[in-house]
């Protein structure tokens, strides 16, 4: 490079490692930003996650201690969808909202129908040491999910999906909501902390590279 790597550029490949499972040098990488300094919490999720992709939880555990010793607090995943003028937040697995059991159902729902269309829960998605079947259910109940739920429940059918969500979307999630835009013909918008995604007719506009 004509110049010296940034965090940014050091945490751009360290995504990358994760993506990969290219452990041996996201932990090299890790080792570049520590000796840069962290900007935020995202560099030790990143590295805890990819630990946690090749089982190695104990080592997951680790970096997330050590993020907590260095002060950064990792933000829970929150989306949020506007129905008349109206804010609804939700968290990953939420039942706090008056309508849950409506949209817990309704995400069951198109579970069905997605799996009938060969859908298969991405389990890798999943960063927490547990059986496959829990796995299934804690994807299930993404915080997008869940707000997605919601708009096809409270919105009229010719009425667009818009949803945000304060990192980025998940591989599993964005599988999903094409499925769900497939299959209730909706046109559904997640902004994320990356970009925006435009999911029509089983297919967004990001080409899945995000």
Known sequence: M??????RIWSALLAACKVHKNVELGEEVSKKIQNLGH????NFVLLS???STVGRWDDA???????RDQGFKKSPGCS?????????????GDRSHPQSPQIHSKINELFVEMKRLGYHGESSYVFQDVEEEEKEKILLYHSEKLAIAFGILSLSPNKPIV???NLRVCGDCHTAIKFISLITKR??????ASRFH????GICNCGDFW
């Open 61 to 67: 555990a680790h970096v997330r201690t050590m993020q």
């Open 198 to 201: 435009h999911f029509t007719n």
């Open 80 to 92: 949020w969808i506007e129905i008349d003028g109206v804010f609804h937040a939700f968290i990953g």
């Open 187 to 192: 046109n559904i918008t997640v902004r994320d």
């Open 163 to 165: 949803v945000t969500k």
């Open 49 to 51: 996650n990819m630990y």
């Open 2 to 7: 004509p110049l010296e790597p940034d965090v």
């Open 39 to 42: 900007e935020s919490s995202g």
